[in-house]
């Protein structure tokens, strides 16, 4: 983001906040993240405290390691066809796209089956909790758009 000058205050207050042993909740409150970003990060992390690890996984799984490699594939063509060099960013981009569509994608999907198994209720929960994600993920995308044709116009 650096490389790329993007403002990276916020994130850099997030970090020092939480260095400083101050709860995610509230660091998020006083680092100044943008509100889209820190309602996904209540959402993601709402997930790590259920006591439903079938939720939980189904919602990481769907909401992030099924999703982010065709996203991320997507966006490293529409830069390269935009910008003469993304460096770094190219390189985190397709990264992900390797380590998620090769290995954590294949197996996240088995251990939302394994952890499901043939009970319906679990399935259903499942599917409520990879919602929510996917939900969170485009709530974070449609307010970085608007935020970008605030800037664009």
């Known amino acids: 983001m650096v490389e790329a000058g993007a403002d990276t205050s916020a994130i850099r207050n997030l970090i020092d906040e939480l260095k400083s042993d101050r709860a995610l909740p509230d660091a998020l409150s006083v680092a100044g993240p943008p509100a889209e970003a820190v309602e996904f990060v209540r959402t993601t992390f709402s997930f790590l405290q259920l006591d ?3 939720v939980t996984v189904s919602a990481f799984t769907f909401g992030r390691e099924d999703l982010i490699p065709d996203m991320f594939r997507q966006m490293v063509k529409d830069l390269r066809q935009n910008l003469k060099t993304v460096g770094l960013f ?3 981009l397709d990264r992900h796209v390797e380590v998620d569509a090769d290995s954590h994608g294949p197996m996240a ?12 209720r679990k399935w259903e929960e499942a599917g409520l909790g990879a919602v929510t994600a996917l939900q969170a993920r485009l709530a974070l995308w449609d307010g970085i758009l608007r935020r970008i044709r605030r800037i664009a116009d």
């Open 109 to 120: 999907l088995q251990m939302v089956e394994e952890l499901c198994g043939p009970d319906e």
């Open 90 to 92: 190219e390189y985190y």
């Open 52 to 54: 439903k690890p079938h």
